[in-house]
């Protein structure tokens, strides 16, 4: 179940807003300065709310310090069951003291879960800080709420104040003009609030902030930031504008006290002089201990193991000689806080807080960062000194392996140098297999250069003192490998160029003998005979040129990089007077293989022109004759569809007369540039050339006149068909429009309707038609236009459809007017037979008297109610139709009329005759409601005064006394619901019997019945609780006296402790033990006198208690009462006593070590050796008598103190003598010192200052005298 809970609260919180989250870090951070301003009394402070909550012991002191009452003593241990009984054990005593907590367990805080922590600490603060305010109103009386009461009064205390309208704890403080006009009501001197602005809300919040904290002593629970946002957190400012209510309300009796403070002012200023003391001490330690942090944590190691060594016995001696001397100032810290906290507590004055950064856990804080630093820098300082150590052994290691590798490098960078490679490609790819063996053997000898590396690099990345060394000889070696690489890449290079070389004069010889043996091919005479020869031929010449392309680009490959060889500067594999002269060589016998290819193709191209003209003129003159042919054997058809088919192949021709003419024009072309070349003979080219052209033209003639007779026939015999479809298409029209079937019910009229409706639709589309006629007959040739039979037939069609178009309309309003009529009817009569069924229902129906039934009857008349409202839509509609069709002149007007009239008659008998059985089934509902309350109400009434009667057999014993309490306190609850309800019951049945005086006594009876067994119970439950409150009086008494007997046995015990303290620490804290004895016994005073007066008033009553028991009892207790105050104040006085003996102690040890410090200081001055020098000293040594008087202040101080404690016959009165004694001794011979050295340092000065004179006057003594 815990997991589950912890679960959904996980999930709860990281599905919130981001909003929930910013508010839930202003409520953690003002409650936690809130926790601490009241744990500062308590010498205690959180820092993290959340998790210095869980073990359960600030909860307890908190709680404590808020009640002023002890709480149990927390459970020691850190395991999470102690944690979980501590915080039980606040949460129930926050549920004694009646503090509601919802679904807060112990397990939530030790878990740490933020929101329930956040809600635990926000219900302390309502129990203890708000919860207690109560505001009275201009008409006396008080506010309802606890908040509301806190709102009155900041809205009463700013009231007049400009700009300051406080409405809520959240906006209305955002502006900070709310804050400051609080301070400025009471304490005008403070603030000067005209001058505030509302738009500069930030510094407002600052102003009152700080005001409040400074001269307030207010802490700073928010900062301007936390109010000055769009959605400021309400809880965190109602618990801020708390402490103002509770400061200000203080003021008007402290000013009251006026007197009394004035007595302790002497006190308020011995402690701000010890607090000063304390300041100013803890500043200097925290200064002191920041500075030790800087310098270890940046002080930086020698680079090399003697200085390494000497930085480590120099970090000692810090750890033994001054360290110790600092943690003991601490500790005196400490010692003076708490004198400070104790005087205050004896002043029952607030607790001092040190300022920020300056209380005990700060300056502890601080010191386990310095031991930290500390801890750190010793073990750097070892790890360097381990580091170094190493770094000697690699060097040692480098030298070795340098000394070898240099060896080697030099004797292989004398075996690349050497170049002997021969003369022809054998040779040199001999000299390059060896070469690559020695490549193979140095390749691998790069592994152990790298070693060489890699220990330089490391001893430089380490910081090696003697770096520069390694460096040089670690670069020394690389040049060598570098050069030794360079070498043999070098030499390889020259290896490469000479086979590359070698292998290319190769391929030229190769170049050469293949050249010669294609020139025999291309001096061939042979041009062909015909077409497909030539296209053959031409075809393997094609494959020649191909392949010299390809050779040519290879040849010109092989000059380039021939001629790269003899453009090299510096090595130079051959002669380049060679290369050039073989390059050109090539070079001429690939130009001159080209010129025989280029005019070999030429020949061959002009004699495939050639053949290709004489076949594409045969070709054309046979198509020419085939399609004159087909034209002088076509005819002009005899319908549409035959003319059609031939207008579609004459167009077909068409196209291939076109495609054909594109072709014979690029043939003759083609002829002409043959005979402008002048290669063949021109006479057979010139004559058949002429005899196509002459063919061609007679052709496209005879084309045209065909085209024009199809084109004429074409539009007559369309027309005609387009006039025949028209005219039969509008007589079959007119036979549908001319019917006389308007149809016989609603059904089939919109049926005829629709059809209607389609056929207009059509004849207005084939309007157009109708009016295009005329200009399609104008645009027919004149043979077919002017025929007789032609124009008539326009005629008849267009008098044809003017015929249609009005008879269409006509037929379109009966239509309607037939529709309208069968819809009225078939809705009247499905209306009238609802009508029908209804009226037997209702007249046939009686209203039933039991309840259930009642109940029945009740929903079928909702159900009627929504048919009712359907149907009445109905009858309107047909009311609607009805009036437009007897508006619209319709011939069926009156009998339409009395349908209607007939309709709304048995319409409004329906509706009266359903009001009617409504107003019955309503009275016979409230009646028989009204007494099944009744029954129920006894039954309740009854089963309550059973259960009280019940209670009265329960224990005597305290536990069954508190049970019967709570039984009782929840059944009065119970009957203060009830009550109310009674009254509403009578005044229903007085009601009733009235509305229904036959049924009048059926009604009041149970009532009265209800209204004895009530009288039954008051009787019952008065006669419990005076039972009661007799057996829980004497349960109590006797519990709380056993609880407060207990309670004093273990405080006797502890108040009479012997135990002597050897410190002022265990003074301290023995005292403070003493102190919170005291206030625990103070608490129980008023429990000694409850008791008392309980005991006196079980004597009054008539109890069954032995009375003499009780008696011995009471005495016992008064006894043990008085002895324990008489121990306490033994107890104390001795206290006191080690206390002040042990900080008479603490403020000697203080004397002594400044007077230590005064004596080195005296005991290492020495004597300046200037002017300025000694008046410094003396400057210097003056303010240090100053000091010396101020110390010799604090030591008569001290020893008054010690007089006081001997005179007062203190404990330890002989060594406070002892101390005295070597403090006075001490003082006074620093005082000697002090005048002796003074006395040395003004002879000093008198003795440089002759001597500066001296100095002054010699130059001139020196200088020779003028010649006379």
């Not at 294609?518 to 031929?537: A, I, N």
């Not at 021709?653 to 005979?675: D, F, P, S, V, Y």
């Not at 015990?1053 to 410190?1063: F, L, M």
């Not at 023995?1070 to 016994?1081: C, D, S």
Request: proline share 2%; hydrophobic share 40%.
């Amino acid at each position: 179940m815990v997991q589950e809970k912890t679960f959904t609260t996980w999930v709860n919180v990281h599905l919130e807003a981001p909003e929930s989250h910013e508010r839930d870090a202003v409520q953690k951070k003002t409650f936690t300065k809130w926790v601490n301003a009241h744990l500062a009394r308590a010498a205690c402070r959180v820092g993290d709310l959340y998790s210095d909550l869980r073990d359960g012991f600030v909860l307890t002191r908190l709680l404590e310090v808020l009640s002023g009452e002890t709480l149990p003593k927390p459970t020691r241990g850190r395991m999470r069951i102690h944690s979980l009984e501590n915080v039980d054990k606040a949460l129930q005593f926050l549920k004694e003291q009646r503090v509601h907590l919802e679904n807060v367990g112990s397990h939530d805080i030790v878990d740490g879960n933020h929101r329930l922590t956040l809600g635990l600490i926000w219900t302390i603060i309502l129990r203890f800080q708000i919860q207690v305010i109560k505001i009275k109103t201009e008409d006396n009386r008080e506010t309802r709420s606890a908040k509301d009461a806190l709102l009155l009064w900041c809205q009463m205390k700013t009231a007049g104040y400009p700009e300051v309208n406080i409405q809520n704890f959240t906006t209305s403080w955002r502006d900070g003009l709310a804050f400051n006009a609080l301070i400025h009501r009471h304490r005008p001197d403070l603030i000067d609030f005209h001058k505030l602005t509302k738009s500069n809300a930030t510094y407002n919040l600052q102003q009152a902030f700080n005001t409040a904290e400074q001269h307030l002593g207010l802490s700073k629970l928010l900062d301007p930031e936390d109010v000055n946002m769009e959605d400021p957190d309400e809880k965190s400012i109602i618990t801020y504008v708390v402490s103002f209510y509770h400061y200000f309300s203080k003021m008007k009796a402290l000013a009251v006290e006026g007197k009394r403070i004035g007595k302790v002012l002497d006190q308020v200023m011995e402690i701000a002089a010890i607090t000063a003391r304390y300041e100013a001490l803890a500043a200097e330690l925290l200064a002191w201990i920041h500075h030790t942090i800087t310098i270890i944590t940046n002080q930086k190691f020698a680079n090399s193991l003697t200085g390494v060594q000497q930085q480590l016995q120099a970090f000692t001696a810090f750890c033994t000689l001054e360290k110790p001397v600092k943690f003991q100032e601490k500790g005196n810290l400490e010692v003076l806080l708490f004198t400070i906290q104790s005087k205050l507590r004896a002043t029952n004055r607030k607790l001092y807080v040190p300022s920020e950064g300056k209380s005990i856990s700060d300056i502890n804080k601080a010191w386990t960062c310095l031991e930290k630093a500390e801890h750190e820098r010793e073990v750097a300082l070892r790890n360097e000194l381990i580091r170094q150590e190493k770094l000697e052994l690699l060097a040692q290691r480098f030298d070795h392996k340098a000394i070898m590798r240099e060896t080697w490098l030099n004797e292989n960078q004398r075996l690349v140098s050497q170049d002997n490679f021969g003369y022809d490609l054998p040779a040199v790819e001999a000299a390059m297999k060896k070469h690559e063996a020695i490549e193979a053997d140095i390749s691998s000898y790069q592994e152990r250069i790298q070693v060489v590396v890699e220990l330089a690099l490391e001893m430089e990345s380490e910081g090696y003192y003697d770096t520069r060394r390694i460096g040089a000889q670690k670069d020394n070696i690389l040049r060598q490998w570098a050069l030794l690489t360079e070498l043999v890449r070098a030499r390889r290079a020259r290896l490469e160029q000479n086979l590359a070389l070698q292998k290319i004069f190769q391929e030229m010889v190769y170049m050469i003998d293949w050249m010669e043996e294609m020139q025999v091919l291309l001096v061939s005479k042979d041009l062909g005979k015909h077409l497909l020869e030539v296209e053959d031929l031409l075809q393997k010449h094609g494959l020649l040129e191909a392949d010299i392309s390809a050779q040519t680009e290879r040849v010109q490959a092989l000059n380039a990089a021939a001629l790269k060889f003899s453009e090299l500067e510096g090595y130079q594999p051959c002669d380049p007077q060679i290369i050039c002269n073989r390059v050109n060589h090539v070079q001429t016998c690939l130009e001159e293989l080209e010129e025989l290819a280029a005019k070999r193709r030429k020949e061959l191209e002009d004699s495939r022109q050639l053949w290709t003209f004489f076949q594409e003129m045969e070709e054309a003159e046979a198509w020419i004759r085939e399609k004159e042919k087909i034209l002088a054997a076509k005819t002009c058809g005899r319908d549409l569809s035959s003319v059609v088919t031939l207008t579609n192949k004459h167009k077909t021709m068409l196209g291939e007369l076109g495609n054909r003419r594109a072709l014979l024009h690029q043939t003759m072309k083609k002829g002409e540039k043959i005979l402008a070349k002048k290669s063949f003979s021109s006479v057979g080219i010139q004559e058949k050339m002429r005899e196509v052209c002459l063919r061609w033209k007679k052709l496209e003639e005879v084309t045209g006149l065909h085209q024009q007779r199809l084109e004429d026939a074409l539009n007559f015999f369309q027309f005609s068909a387009e006039t025949d479809d028209l005219v039969a298409w509008l007589q079959d029209t007119y036979r549908i429009v001319s019917s006389d079937d308007f149809g016989h019910d609603d059904y089939s009229s919109q049926a005829l309707l629709r059809k209607h409706r389609a056929v207009v639709d059509e004849v207005e589309k084939h309007r157009a038609a109708v009016l295009s006629l005329r200009k399609q007959l104008a645009l027919l040739a004149p043979d077919h236009r002017q025929g007789v039979d032609v124009q008539i037939r326009v005629v008849e069609v267009e008098q044809l459809y003017g015929e249609v178009a009005e008879v269409a309309v006509l037929r379109t309003q009966w239509l309607q007017d037939a529709l309208a009529v069968y819809r009225m009817f078939s809705e009247v009569h499905a209306c009238e037979v609802w009508v029908d069924e209804k009226e037997q229902w209702l007249e046939k129906m009686e209203v039933p008297e039991e309840l259930d039934e009642v109940e029945v009857v009740q929903h079928r008349f909702e159900s009627l109610d929504q048919e009712m409202n359907s149907v009445m839509g109905r009858i309107l509609d047909v009311n609607q139709v009805v009036q437009q069709l007897v508006d619209g002149g319709h011939p069926s007007s009156d009998e339409v009329r009395s349908c209607q009239d007939h309709l709304n008659s048995r319409w409004n008998r329906v509706v009266e005759l359903v009001e009617n059985k409504k107003s019955q089934l309503s009275s016979v509902l409230k009646i028989q409601n009204f007494l099944l309350e009744c029954s129920e109400m006894k039954a309740q009434v009854r089963e309550k005064r059973k259960a009280i009667e019940a209670t009265q057999s329960g224990g005597s014993d305290l536990g069954g006394v508190l049970a019967l309490q709570r039984r009782l306190s929840t059944m009065e609850a119970a009957l203060v619901v009830l009550e109310p309800r009674l009254v509403e019951l009578q005044q229903e049945g007085e009601a009733l019997a009235a509305a229904h005086p036959g049924r009048a006594l059926e009604i009041l009876l149970p009532f009265e019945e209800i209204s004895e067994e009530w009288d039954n119970l008051k009787r019952a439950l008065q006669g419990c609780e005076d039972t009661l409150t007799i057996a829980g009086r004497l349960q109590q008494f006797i519990q709380d006296l056993d609880n407060f007997l207990g309670w004093l046995v273990k405080t006797q015990a502890a108040v009479g402790s012997e135990e002597v303290p050897d410190s002022l620490a265990e003074a301290e804290r023995l005292l403070n033990v003493h102190v919170a004895l005291k206030e625990e016994i103070n608490g129980y005073e008023e429990d000694y006198a409850k008791i008392q007066a309980a005991s006196e008033l079980l004597a009054l009553e008539e109890m069954e208690v032995p009375y003499l028991s009780l008696q011995q009892w009471l005495q016992k207790l008064d006894a043990g009462w008085g002895k324990l105050l008489q121990s306490w104040e033994m107890r104390r006085e001795v206290l006191v006593q080690s206390h002040v003996f042990h900080l008479f102690l603490r403020d000697v040890q203080q004397c002594q070590n400044s007077l230590y410090n005064q004596e080195t200081t005296l005991a290492h001055a020495e004597l300046p050796d200037t002017v300025e020098g000694v008046t410094k000293a003396l400057k210097k040594h003056k303010d240090f008598t100053t000091t010396l008087e101020l110390n010799l202040q604090k030591v008569q101080l001290v020893l008054q103190a010690g007089e006081s404690l001997r005179r007062q016959r203190n404990l330890h009165s002989d060594r406070v003598a002892e101390a005295m004694e070597g403090l006075r001794a001490k003082s006074q011979r620093n005082h000697q010192l002090a005048q002796e050295w003074t006395r040395r340092l003004q002879d000093h000065l008198e003795l440089q200052r002759f001597l500066q004179d001296c100095r002054e006057v010699r130059p001139g003594l020196l200088r020779p005298l003028p010649k006379i």
